[in-house]
Nanobody
Framework: VQLQASGGGLVQAGGSLRLSCTTS????????MGWFRQAPGKELNFVAA????????VYRDSVKDRFTISRDNAKNTVNLQMNSLKPEDTAVYYC?????????????????WGEGTQVTVSS
């Protein structure tokens, strides 16, 4: 199973970025997908998760109303649309797969991880 994240970059505060994560090697539509982030010197934090067919989504409080997670099962892709970005959103963002929806906020519950993509928001 491989996960490939893309879409990171440098953006000014208030701007937008769209992250994508493409999965190969497993049945994409049968698993919860999540996004996590890690700022320099800080722990890995939950950002958002989406259930197997996209019916359920959950976000960390600080990104609600600014970030939107979605998935395209036909393309084996999960996206994270990030609007109104703030400097505190600066981090390496990781996508992850294969977790039970009940534990979707816990990074230790995901089986597969992609390499991160850097998001930098300047003030």
């Amino acid at each position: 199973v491989q996960l490939q994240a893309s879409g990171g970059g440098l953006v000014q505060a208030g701007g937008s970025l769209r992250l994508s994560c493409t999965t190969s090697g497993r049945a994409f539509s049968s698993t919860t997908m999540g996004w996590f982030r890690q700022a320099p010197g800080k722990e890995l934090n939950f950002v958002a998760a989406i259930s197997e067919i996209g019916r359920l989504t959950v976000y960390r409080d600080s990104v609600k109303d600014r970030f939107t997670i979605s998935r395209d099962n036909a393309k084996n892709t999960v996206n994270l649309q990030m609007n109104s970005l703030k400097p505190e959103d600066t981090a390496v963002y990781y996508c992850a797969s294969d977790a039970d929806w009940r534990w979707s906020k816990w990074p230790g519950r995901y089986k597969y991880w992609g390499e991160g993509t850097q998001v930098t928001v300047s003030s």
